[in-house]
Each structure stands twice: as structure tokens, then as C-alpha cells.
């Protein structure tokens, strides 16, 4: 049960930690100190909600589909989670990745919030890795294994989205040097590398 929920909250971990628009978003408001609670709180929960929603909806209306190519699903998640480890490590050996943080007037919590909706639900690749990454691999585990693995990664958003806004101001100098997302790149390089190689295994690919 400890691996389910090891497994869970490091992929859920790993695929959040990329630099994009949601999180560039609540690293600017934190910085900002504009309703960085409300923020946070939002973009994990949100999270949340997706991934319950993968992890269940594909348990209730894809399980035949899943039982009968699981060994598919295994080997095709490790090829894209192999892949997406591998443009994580091209960007740390290009060494170019910065972020960048500008000022602006105080807004209130609702306009905020929206913005922050539309950086979360228009984004495609977050329903590729919540509800089908996610949901697709939570089906190695069964019963409360299941439950835990998604634990796992509800709780990895959680403390991602609420470190990032309430640790901005400690980041931002840290996250201008190149040298800090090359470290990170190649950490999410080598997580990703990791639970591939695990869902190879289980899905007979190796």
C-alpha cells in the first residue's frame, strides 16, 4: 500500500512540476501576494477532482476495455512517460529555460480565480495527465491500493500548488538561474524514466 502511494504522489509530482502557464500563473501570484490562498487552494483542487475523476471513470466505464489490454496500456503510458522524460532531459542539456514574473495591478479574487479556471481546464495536456495517465496507470493497482496511488498524487498537488505560491518569493530568485531548472529537469527526467521502466515490467513489455 506504501509503494501504491509512493508511486502516485511522485508521478503526480513529477508531471506537475514542468513550467507552464497554471504554474508560472500562481508563482506570479504568490510573488504578488494577490489571493494566494484562494489560488493555491483552486489549482489543487482541481487537480483533485481530475484525478478522482480518471482514476474512477475509467475503473467504472473502461474496465473490461483496461482488464483485456492492460499489458498495452502499461507499455503505451511507459513509452509516453519514457518520452516525456526524454524532452525534460533535452530541455536541462539546452540549459535555456527561465521564468519570468511581471507586475501588475491588484485584481479581485473572482477575475482571479478565473483566470486561473481558464490556465487549468483549457489546457489539454492537464486531461492527459490526470484523468488518462493517471487513470490509466492507477489501473496496477485494485481495492484501496487503488485509492492510496491516487492519494498519492492528490496530495503531491497539494503541497506542489501551496509550496510554490507561499514559496515564491523564496523561488523566484532561485528559478532565474538556469542552472536550478536544468536540476529539476533532470529530476523529473529520472522519476519518469523510473515509473516507466516499473509499467514496462508490468505490463510484460520487458
Not at 509503494?3 to 504522489?9: L, R, S
Not at 508531471?15 to 504568490?30: E, H, K, M, S, W
Not at 489539454?124 to 484501496?144: A, C, E, N, R
Request: glycine share 8%; aromatic share 16%.
Amino acid at each position: 500500500m506504501i509503494q501504491a502511494f509512493i508511486t502516485g504522489f511522485f508521478l503526480g509530482f513529477s508531471l506537475i512540476l514542468a513550467i507552464g502557464a497554471q504554474n508560472t500563473f500562481v508563482l506570479r501570484q504568490g510573488i504578488l501576494g494577490q489571493h494566494v490562498f484562494y489560488v493555491a487552494l483552486f489549482c489543487a483542487l482541481s487537480d483533485a477532482l481530475l484525478i478522482i475523476i480518471g482514476v474512477a471513470g475509467i475503473s467504472f466505464f473502461l474496465n473490461n476495455f483496461i482488464s483485456q489490454n492492460s499489458n498495452l496500456l502499461f507499455g503505451l503510458s511507459a513509452v509516453w512517460l519514457a518520452g516525456y522524460g526524454l524532452i525534460r532531459l533535452w530541455s536541462a542539456l539546452k540549459f535555456n529555460n527561465s521564468i519570468e514574473i511581471k507586475a501588475s495591478t491588484l485584481k479581485g479574487l473572482f477575475p482571479t480565480i478565473s483566470i486561473a479556471a481558464a490556465l487549468t481546464f483549457l489546457n489539454p495536456h492537464v486531461y492527459l495527465d490526470t484523468m488518462i495517465l493517471i487513470g490509466s496507470i492507477s489501473q496496477k493497482f485494485s481495492g484501496l491500493y487503488k485509492v492510496t496511488f491516487a492519494l498519492g498524487a492528490i496530495l503531491a498537488s497539494f503541497i506542489f500548488f501551496f509550496s510554490l505560491a507561499y514559496g515564491s518569493k523564496i523561488l523566484s530568485p532561485l528559478m532565474q538561474r538556469q542552472s536550478a531548472w536544468r536540476t529539476l529537469d533532470c529530476l523529473v527526467a529520472s522519476i519518469m524514466f523510473t515509473i516507466a521502466f516499473q509499467l514496462a515490467s508490468a505490463g510484460n513489455w520487458l
